[in-house]
């Protein structure tokens, strides 16, 4: 299928589309493919995300489940 007829069977699809959700969605790739939106949404962190963010952080360090700082310069440098 060439792209002329994929836009136009998409087109089709969008005009009969009753889904809200994934018309929401389609408009956010859409905001984002043109810069009409920052590609990310960054919002504070609530008192109680932050705290299991630490809780589970910690527990990572307790089981040495982390990386050195040699270690991600040279996983990036590759």
Known sequence: ??????KLKLISY??????ESILNEMESVYKIETGDESQYSLKPFTQ????ARIKLSIEDFKNGDF??????E????S
């Open 74 to 77: 040279k996983m990036s440098a």
């Open 48 to 51: 109680v995300e932050l705290e």
């Open 67 to 72: 990386y050195t700082q040699e270690e991600m």
């Open 14 to 19: 969008i005009a009969h589309l009753e889904n």
């Open 1 to 6: 299928m060439d792209l002329q007829s994929r």
